[in-house]
């Protein structure tokens, strides 16, 4: 299932490389930037200790025309847990692919989108193997492109069945804040 779901997103993004648009305005169609994640799992199990992950990404935007995209990015993050030391050391990495539909993608001013797509996220921490995650996510961001640079506010909500350990997963969501260089 994942498989034929991964061939059909890659797919489509392919597909959207050779969309020919016309527009009224310049566009700028790539966009590449840093900025900060974060990423949180909520247990319903008052026993489970929240997992918390921050750090940065690098993401990449193409945009087909002003309203169909694809947007990936790919991370790199620390265990967050202050108050409970039992993640201190894990890290977590991986990527995202999306694709997305909105409205300002490659015009300038105001923008907003939202998108379905699949991450892939690997903890590792030392002494123990590497624990891998993978499956669909629904995103949404909103922001501002100037002529040159893009600034973002990105969320994500996650399959939470992927994380279940021993416990029920409330929700697994991810946000992310990006400023980019328009090509």
């Not at 265990?79 to 539909?101: M, Q, R």
């Not at 001013?109 to 002494?127: A, E």
């Not at 590497?130 to 600034?151: C, K």
Request: overall charge negative.
């Amino acid at each position: 299932m994942k498989n034929t779901l991964q061939a059909a997103l890659l797919i489509s993004c392919t597909l959207l490389f050779f969309t020919n648009v016309h527009a009224g305005e310049e566009e700028k169609k790539f966009s590449i930037g840093l900025g900060t994640y974060g990423f949180t799992i909520d247990y319903t199990d008052p026993a489970y200790v929240n997992r918390e992950f921050g750090g940065l990404a690098i993401n990449a935007t193409f945009a087909a025309n002003d309203n169909i995209g694809i947007r990936g990015a790919m991370y790199s993050l620390e265990a967050d847990n202050e108050d409970y030391n039992v993640y201190d050391g894990t890290d977590s990495s991986g990527y995202d692919l999306t694709i997305i539909a909105g409205t300002g993608l490659a015009t300038e001013g105001f923008k907003i989108y939202g998108g379905l797509g699949i991450f892939n996220d690997t903890w590792s921490k030392p002494g123990y193997s590497d624990v891998e995650f993978s499956g669909l996510q629904f995103v949404g961001a909103l922001g501002y492109n100037w002529e040159v640079i893009s600034l973002e506010l990105s969320f994500g909500v996650r399959e939470t069945d992927e994380y279940t350990f021993n416990a029920d997963v409330a929700s697994a969501v991810s946000a992310g804040l990006s400023l980019s260089v328009r090509l």
